[in-house]
Nanobody, 124 residues
């Protein structure tokens, strides 16, 4: 079983950048497609990006296309989310998650291992 711990969140000015990290424990990390989701207070958790087991295929939601980049390093058992040109969106917690499925699904119910989240606040 993989356990996930996110880090890298914080306060950033609009237009700025952050790099979120998700460290995984367990020897089976490379067998999981990974996803990033975010959730603002009072709102549903929403899909941000996903990456295949080997890192060669990615999927993004439309609102982050060209601004966010998901990547992974299986040797380090880590997945990353580079956030560039951040918009002054409401504060949100970003979560990484592992899926037992091969497809890079945006459906959060298809992910069965979750981290505790890291908060991102963008100041206007």
């Amino acid at each position: 079983q993989v356990q996930l711990v996110e880090s890298g969140g914080g306060l950033v000015q609009a237009g700025g950048s952050l790099r979120l990290s998700c460290a995984a424990s367990g020897r089976t990390f490379s067998s999981y497609p990974m996803g990033w989701f975010r959730q603002a207070p009072g709102k549903e958790r929403e899909f941000v990006a996903a990456i295949s087991r080997g890192g060669g295929t990615t999927n993004y939601t439309d609102f982050v296309q060209g601004r966010f980049t998901i990547s992974r390093d299986n040797a380090k058992s880590a997945v990353y989310l580079q956030l560039n040109n951040l918009h002054p969106d409401p504060t949100a917690a970003y979560y990484c998650a592992a899926s037992p499925l091969l497809s890079l699904t945006p459906n959060l119910v298809r992910y069965d291992i979750w981290g505790q989240g890291t908060q991102v606040t963008v100041a206007s």
